[in-house]
Nanobody, 115 residues
């Protein structure tokens, strides 16, 4: 059983910063890809940022230069640092990890960017 738990969401003003964390626990020796997705009201879920087991990162164009994903392998955590936040970044953010070829999702954390 693998558990994925996000934390760090909340309300932030435009231009502000927020850091999301995701902790993975359970019977795991290693985690392959880790990533953050988001889903805004009325929109499809999209990949925001991903990071491979080797540390290779990728980002959706709309967050490049503003967001940074990182992982701590010994601690089985992945972090999304979000800077220069915009109202259009408002969404529920989900953490997804790939363990032994299977996807595991967290329940999501709400990020609201508003003045």
């Amino acid at each position: 059983q693998v558990q994925v738990v996000e934390s760090g969401g909340g309300l932030v003003q435009p231009g502000g910063s927020l850091s999301l964390s995701c902790a993975v626990s359970g019977r795991i020796f290693s985690i392959n890809a880790m990533g953050w997705y988001r889903q805004a009201p009325g929109k499809q879920r999209e990949l925001v940022a991903g990071i491979s087991s080797g540390g290779i990162t990728n980002y959706v164009d709309s967050v490049k230069g503003r967001f940074a994903i990182s992982r701590d392998n010994p601690k089985n955590t992945v972090t999304l640092q979000m800077n220069s936040l915009k109202p259009e970044d408002t969404a529920v953010y989900y953490c997804k990890v790939v363990v032994y070829g299977e996807d595991y999702w967290g329940k999501g954390t709400l990020v609201t960017v508003s003045s």
